[in-house]
Every structure is written in structure tokens, then in C-alpha cells.
């Protein structure tokens, strides 16, 4: 693609950058941080390119490096974005039985897990 | 294998940037956020898979391979994250994208000599390097790896400037020659660039600078990009890079900083170094059955939630002090700062996760006003957000940052674990003032006793 296809392409990114995230609340500012976070973890088709491309064995090493690192940001982006959400679910439900049983004990159970498995 | 056509390509990538600015849109708002990441992560699949079926690619085992490795290493860990380390492992995935970028940088200047190329090869170089370094360092700081205080010492700014300086000659001798081993240097200058900019940051202005270097792995992707001609790249980067760089701002601007502040702050004067060391003034502490009795004749109490909170884990029991409370005709509020906590909204997502009504949470301004009619403000595990320093101090690393005004109360509690300072390494002189009563220990194992005592009363 010529040069100046690719800098409209980028000037009017910057403007839809800017727009969708102009009315945010403070609240949201943590997912919306980790969102992002996940979504330049694309740069995992650049690794990609350059992985199927190697001609060298040291090239392909530091390029599946790349791919590596590029897939921890991609999915553990959206995982852990995901997981802050998670915690914003059943607000609306009532406080009473259904929210102990569901959202509470789930999500109590899981973080005990948790400790358990990574310590 | 090259079973899409250019065209088919070409749209199949353009439904994969809709995907990410939609996810974008969702995230802004609290109904559809969860949505929102989902569509993101769709789009994001349609992409890898696109790359896959567009061009002819090699080593494809090798590829697979390495992607099931990276994400048999960041599904777990990210699944298994407890809340309160959520910031730091933000931090490192943005390290590890910014890692990839410059790779991918690395790599391609063997096969690229058109001097724009390698204009956008170094520069993805140096900000992904940056990026990379810099997370690090954050991510040890959140982590309590290294002091959370400002690292300052005499001569960082020069050599701050020196690397940066060294960074562009090198960055212009690689546009010219196009040799390896310049770009190779020119990493180790990205590199060490990020770690100077991130040491003289104060721990509670992490959370700022890591969206910071958020939006800069953003323009690195974006750049990269521009290296590898694929335009999926060049949007998703740059609509990174754009929204968070509004985000920063926005982060910072709820805390009454600049980000130039942030960054730089510490070299005016090192005033931003605080003590963690802990007070020997005199205070007066107070038993959970004190405390009961306060709150059970009390009409209004606002409890303040803190990182205390967080980290003890005791948003359930806060969570049922309430309901018990308010079964006693007592009415309870929660004032929420927008950073209490780590992160921005860490509060409201640990209060929602214990089932406390929406209702219940107010923010800052709403708040405010309501100290004065309340009988008994309750702070559990909070102590920059409500130091009075922040108003009255100039010379305070956090002066001009809105707090919650709990020294208008008629009656301070504070849950505290000790009298060691909070995050931002500063005495709150409102803990000595003569309304002020303190209960230490662990935030749940006092809200659990005070609750005891209550229902006894």
C-alpha cells in the first residue's frame, strides 16, 4: 500500500482513538486501560509474518520469541480484561439468595483456588 | 497457504479493526463492557486466523507451537490473578506486547533499505524497547519487588538525557547504514531509556504511567505496522495509541497531576520522596467493641474503602457490617475515590463483587458534601485519599490531588493494619486529630469483630 493510503489510514485512526473513549467514566478507566492493553497485543500478526518468513534458524528463534510474547499479550489481555468485568456482573440482582449462591460463592471459590495453585 | 485472495484479505482485516474499535466503544460503558472485550478478542481471531490463510508462511508447526506456549503461560496466570494484582500484570502484558513490537523491528531491517521503512523500524524499535523496559519496572514496583518511593540520585536527569540523545544518533545511523549491530544498540538505549523514566515515578502514579506506556506500545505496533505494510496493524495501533493517551490524561486528571508532573516531578527537589517509615506520635486507638457502639448510635455513617480492603480480602464483611447496619435503621454509604486503591474503580469493582447495591457507592463530589451530616466516618484501609495534607501541604507529593473530605466528620475511625504511611510514603496528620479513633489489625479480622460486636450490642 502507497504512503499516503497509510497516513489517511493512521491520521483518521487517531481521530477514532480519541472519539470512542472521550466519555468515560473513572470506573471503567482500569478495563478499558487493560482493553486496550490487549488489543496491541495483535502486533501477534507481525510476529507471526516475520516467523513464517525466516530463512535462519536464529531469525526464526527470536521471531517465535516474538510470537511468545505477542500471544501472552493478545490472551492474557482479554483474559484478564475479562476478569474485571467478571466483578461488575449481578450488581442489579438483588442482594438476597441468588446472588450468595451465583456471583458471590463463584467467585469466592475461584480466588481461593487460586492462592492454592500459585503459591 | 494463500487460500484468501488480496481482496478477500484485505476485508477479512478490516472486520478485525471494526471488531477493535466496537471493543473500544464497549469498554466505555459499564453495560457493555463485557461485551465489548469479547467482540475485541473475536476480532482479534478473525486477524490471526486471516494472517494464516492470506500469505505464504513457513515453520507453521513452529509457529503454532509457540503460540500455544504463550498462551498456556498468560491464560492461567491471568485466570488466576488475585484483584489487587490485576495493575501489575496489566503492566507486564503491555511489556511484553511493547518486547514483541521491537522484535518484530529487529527483524525485518535485514530485508528493508527504503530509508521511510527503516524510519518506522527504529522508531518501533525504540518505543516498543521503552515500553518493554519501563513495564518491567513498574511491574516491579506494583509488585513490591523494589521500593515503591521515587528513585532519584543525582546526575539522572543528564543521564536520562545522554541515553535519549545516544538514542537518536543511534536511531539515525541505523536509518543510514542499515547495520544489525546499531540496531541491536539502539535496543540496549530503549531499554535502559525506560527504566530511567520510570524509577523517579512515586508508587501511586503507577497506575498513570503504565497507561502511558500503554498508548506508546500502541504507536509501536502502529509503526511496526507501517514496517510490515499491513494495515490491520496500523489501526489497531494507532487506535491504541490515540485512545490511550486520552485515557492517561483522563487518569491523571482524576487525580490533579500532569502527566508531565508524574514523570518528571521527582527530579524538581525530590519533594515527591516520602518516609515509609512508621510514626511514634501518640494516637488514640480503640477496641472493635468501642467501635460498635459508636456506629450502632450513630443515624449516618459513611464508610471510606481503602487498598486495605483489597488486600484483606474483607469486602464481604464490609459488605454484611452494612446490611446489619442498615437492618438497625442506620443509614450507610460508601465514598468512593476515583484511586483509592491501585487502579482507578478498583473500588467498585471489589464493592460489586460482594453484592453491595450500587445505591450505596457514591463518588467523590457527591460524597463530600455528606462528611459534615454524617455522625461516624469509617476509612478501612485508606490514607492518601483522605489525608488533609492534599489540601492544606503545598510542598506534599500529593497536593492538588482531590480527597475525600473526612475530616469534616464529627468522628473519624480508621482501620489500620500499623502506623506506617500509605502508598505515597506521607504522615496523615488527621490520624493524630482529636476526633480521630484507630483500631488496628487486619481490615477483615476488624470489620469481622466490629460486626460481632455490633450484633451483640
Known sequence: MDGIALLTITVLSVFVGFEVVSKVSSTLHTPLMSGANAIHGIILVGAIIVAGQAADGWTLALALLAVVLATANLVGGFVVTDRMLEMFRGRKKPPAASAVSGNGTGSAGSGTGAQGAGR | MTLLSPTATALLYLTAAVCFILALKGLSSPKTARRGNLIGAAGAIVAVITVFLSMKLDNIPWILGAIAVGSAIAAPIARRVQMTQMPQLVALFNGVGGGAAALVALLELAHRDDPWVRLAIVFTLLVGAISFSGSLVTFAKLQELMTTRPVVFPGLPVIMGASLL???????????????????LLLVFGLLTGVLLVLPVGGADVPIVISLLNAF?????????????????????????????????????????????????????????????????????????????????????????GYGLAVAQGQHTVAELQTELESRGIEVVFAIHPVAGRMPGHMNVLLAEANVPYES?????????????????????????????????????????????????????FLKRSMRPGFAGIENELLFEPQTTLLFGDAKESLGKVLTAVKAL
Open chain 2, 217 to 305: 506500545t500502541g504507536l509501536a505496533v502502529a509503526a511496526s505496522g507501517i514496517v510490515l505494510g499491513n494495515v490491520l496493524l496500523v489501526v489497531a495501533g494507532t487506535l491504541v495509541g490515540a485512545s490511550g493517551t486520552i485515557l492517561t490524561r483522563a487518569m491523571a486528571s482524576a487525580m490533579g497531576r500532569s502527566v508531565t508532573g508524574i514523570l518528571f516531578g521527582a527530579f524538581k527537589g525530590g519533594s515527591t520522596a516520602g518516609s515509609t517509615v512508621a510514626s511514634d506520635r501518640p494516637v488514640r486507638s480503640s477496641t472493635a467493641e468501642d467501635v460498635a457502639v459508636l456506629l450502632r448510635y450513630a443515624q449516618k455513617v459513611v464508610i471510606v474503602p
Open chain 2, 361 to 413: 457507592l457514591k463518588e467523590m463530589s457527591e460524597v463530600n458534601p455528606e462528611f459534615k451530616t454524617a455522625d461516624v466516618a469509617l476509612v478501612v484501609g485508606a490514607n492518601d485519599v483522605v489525608n488533609p495534607a492534599a489540601k492544606t501541604t503545598p510542598g506534599s507529593p500529593i497536593y492538588g490531588m482531590p480527597i475525600l473530605e473526612v475530616e469534616e466528620a464529627p468522628q473519624v475511625v
Open chain 2, 166 to 184: 545516544a538514542a537518536v544518533a543511534t536511531s539515525a545511523a541505523v536509518i543510514v547504514t542499515g547495520a544489525g549491530w546499531l540496531a541491536v
